[in-house]
Structures are given as structure tokens and as C-alpha cells.
């Protein structure tokens, strides 16, 4: 019986994985979108350690480094775009450089590096969102 179940219940996950799948085909990749939301989950992170009151050292170095390879994919991601959109970009990749090469080992520390890099995403919002 419990087979069963689990059976019905892997058969019904499939069909819906597939309608997914089916439906991200016909809109095609919102990558842009994965990119963003990418980056959002890291500078969240990072802004809970903050609120929290626990900020590492190396944890920290490590959620920037994959904060920088996110933004770094704000080009291809959003392509045919203005060359305002690509300098903000650029700014962005400039703030998170000057954070990483910071190494804030303290709350204090990264409250003061990230504050360019909000500045960064906050400014492209204003311009292209
Ligand atoms: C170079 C421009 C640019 C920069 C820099 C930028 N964004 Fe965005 N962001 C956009 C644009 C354009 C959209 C709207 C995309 C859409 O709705 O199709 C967007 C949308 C978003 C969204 C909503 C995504 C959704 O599902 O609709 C989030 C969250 C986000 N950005 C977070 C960030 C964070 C965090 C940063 C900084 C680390 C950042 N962005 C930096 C241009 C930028």
C-alpha cells in the first residue's frame, strides 16, 4: 500500500515537473530574473549575519565571492541593453571588488563595505526597473 502511494505520488510530481518545464520553454529562460534573485539571496544573507550580530570573517569573504560571480552574469543575462545599463553593471562589479578586497571581519566592518554595493543595485533600480 505504501508503495503505492509513493508511486502515485512520484507519477503526479513528474507530471507536474513536466507542465513546469513545458511552460519555462514557451516564456522562455527568465534568466535575468534567476540572476537577480541570485544576488538578492546573497546580499540577504549577508544583511541576517548584520541583524544577527554574527559576522565572519571568511563566511562573509566566501558569500561576496559568490555575490561577484552572480553579478558578473548581469551582462549576459540581460543583453541588447542601453550603455548606462552596462556602466551600472560595471559600478556594481566596482562596489563588490572594493568589499571583497576590504575583508570586513566585523559587523561594523561590512555595514560600511556593503553600503557602495546596495548603492550599486539601488541605482541600476532607479534607472532601468
Ligand atoms: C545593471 C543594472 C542592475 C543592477 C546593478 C542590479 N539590478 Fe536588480 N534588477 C535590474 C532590472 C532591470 C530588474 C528588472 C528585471 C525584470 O523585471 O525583468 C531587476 C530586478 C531585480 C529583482 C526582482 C527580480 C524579479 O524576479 O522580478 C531583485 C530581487 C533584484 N533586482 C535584486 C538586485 C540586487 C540585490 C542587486 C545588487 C546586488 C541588483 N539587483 C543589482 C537591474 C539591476
Do not use: W
Not at 534573485?37 to 561576496?64: E, I, K
Not at 551600472?88 to 555595514?111: E, H, N, V
Amino acid at each position: 500500500m505504501r508503495a503505492l502511494l509513493l508511486i502515485v505520488l512520484g507519477l503526479a510530481v513528474g507530471a507536474m515537473g513536466a507542465t513546469f518545464a513545458f511552460s519555462a520553454l514557451r516564456q522562455g529562460t527568465p534568466y535575468h530574473r534567476g540572476v537577480m534573485a541570485v544576488m538578492q539571496h546573497h546580499v540577504g544573507v549577508l544583511r541576517n549575519s548584520l541583524r544577527s550580530q554574527q559576522c565572519d570573517g571568511p563566511a562573509t569573504a566566501a558569500r561576496l565571492a559568490r555575490l561577484t560571480s552572480a553579478a558578473a552574469d548581469i551582462e549576459e543575462a540581460f543583453p541588447s541593453m542601453d550603455k548606462g545599463f552596462y556602466d551600472a553593471a560595471r559600478q556594481l562589479d566596482t562596489a563588490l571588488a572594493g568589499a571583497t578586497k576590504a575583508a570586513p571581519a566585523t559587523c561594523a566592518a561590512l555595514t560600511v563595505a556593503l553600503k557602495p554595493v546596495s548603492d550599486a543595485c539601488q541605482s541600476c533600480h532607479q534607472n532601468f526597473r
